[in-house]
């Protein structure tokens, strides 16, 4: 989705109204020009809307369920970064994993604090595992709070929209689109680990339900 520069202006101050300490505020500040230009132009759901929604929801979830803001807060910034690349060089196969080193040089240009640099890293490459369970592993509930964050983008009528996006830069039809995402999206809750983003994801599920539903009906209606 094209973001004009009155909106990007918009999300960044959407970003930096969020509570944080003085030392995670100025890294966000720092980076939050460059995280713009990595997904400037993004067609596909994975903008720079998407982000500010995934950084706004992680550091909600975080509040409630604790781990580390320096860790979460960054990863949230970077953990589509894999997206741009796809979209940049057309290579589907270049996932979360794969976009580590880049994210990795990314950190260092803004010199984030090492200690938390292989955590944010850890939370980007596995926050896409669809098998991801939490547990004891190092950094497994920062790695869940960024995950349920950006499930949760994908659970209501942002995540209609983004899938539709999504589909539609792969030149799939819109009822295409729309059959796949109902599938897709309907069980995405199912998905959640923290208590935090299961609570928050209620009433957009209800809502998305809703919507299908009804969107369903158009499009038996139109072939009829």
């Given amino acids: 989705m094209l973001e004009h520069p009155k909106f990007q202006a918009r999300l960044t101050d959407e970003i930096l109204a969020v509570p944080m300490e003085v030392v995670l505020r100025t890294t966000v500040d720092k980076m939050l020009p460059a995280i713009y230009d990595v997904f400037r132009g993004d067609c596909s759901g994975h903008g720079f809307s998407h982000i500010t929604r995934v950084f706004v929801n992680a550091m909600k979830i975080q509040k409630k369920e604790g781990g580390n803001a320096m860790v979460v807060g960054p990863a949230a910034l970077v953990h589509d970064f894999h997206r741009a690349r796809i979209f940049n060089h057309s290579n ?14 990314f950190l260092k240009r803004f010199e984030f604090p090492e200690k938390y640099i292989q955590p944010v890293l850890t939370c980007v490459a596995k926050h896409d595992d669809k098998n991801f369970v939490l547990n004891d592993q190092p950094v497994g509930l920062e790695i869940a709070i960024v995950r349920d964050a950006d499930i949760i983008d994908g659970i209501g009528i942002e995540g209609i929209l983004r899938q539709a996006a999504y589909m539609r830069s792969y030149g799939i039809s819109a009822e295409e689109a729309f059959k796949f995402t109902s599938d897709e999206i309907l069980n995405l809750k199912n998905r959640l680990q923290t208590q935090t983003a299961m609570i928050m994801s209620e009433e957009r599920q209800k809502y998305m339900e809703k919507t299908i539903k009804h969107g369903i009906k158009i499009f038996e209606l139109l072939n009829y």
Avoid: I
């Fill in 92 to 105: 589907p196969n270049f996932g979360a994993s794969e976009s580590t080193p880049m994210v990795h040089e």
